[in-house]
């Protein structure tokens, strides 16, 4: 992992190398980066999903990054995702159409509860083709640097150097 200043990352002075695969980038993108909420913000949980939601908005730092070095790479991941993610919530739906549909049956509350399930999984997995998380980049609770997690030492090298 590294650290840089957040205002670097804002003003959009990185490499044009993907940090976390080490390519040339194919495009600089903006990006919203925020940080991770505390641990201690999961016991919210138990409270109510609102409550933590408006704990952890609030405890929320964000730079807005101007270029964000983007490679094939991390394209062909976010695409993949993207994909795999509304397959399978289509295939929720249907399972919880499905199982509407024939609810006198023996298997009809089955197909809904099936279809529960993933549903919420196709959720997940399309969540998880959001920009910042496909990066690994991260700002810290303080706000002042942001977090490179997964970083190619070709990214690193170019930082050294100044390809810029």
Not at 151 to 161: E, G, I, K, N, S
């Amino acid at each position: 992992m590294i650290q840089l200043p957040a205002g670097q990352v804002a003003a959009g002075h990185l490499p044009h190398v993907c940090p976390r695969h080490g390519e040339p980038a194919i495009e600089m993108k903006r990006m919203r980066l925020v940080s991770k909420p505390p641990p201690w913000a999961a016991v919210l949980i138990i409270l109510g999903g609102i409550v933590y939601a408006i704990v952890v908005m609030v405890l929320r730092k964000t730079v807005q990054a101007a270029a964000f070095p983007w490679c094939a790479q991390c394209k062909a991941a976010r695409s993949r995702n993207l994909g795999i993610g509304f397959g399978v919530l289509a295939l929720g739906l249907l399972l919880i159409v499905g199982g509407i549909a024939t609810i006198d049956g023996d298997a009809g509350p089955m197909l809904f509860l099936l279809g529960l399930v993933v549903l919420i999984v196709g959720i997940v997995v399309a969540s998880r083709s959001n920009y910042q998380v496909i990066s690994g980049a991260y700002v810290s609770q303080d706000g002042q640097r942001v977090e490179l997690t997964k970083v190619d030492p070709r990214f690193t090298h170019a930082l050294q150097y100044g390809r810029v």
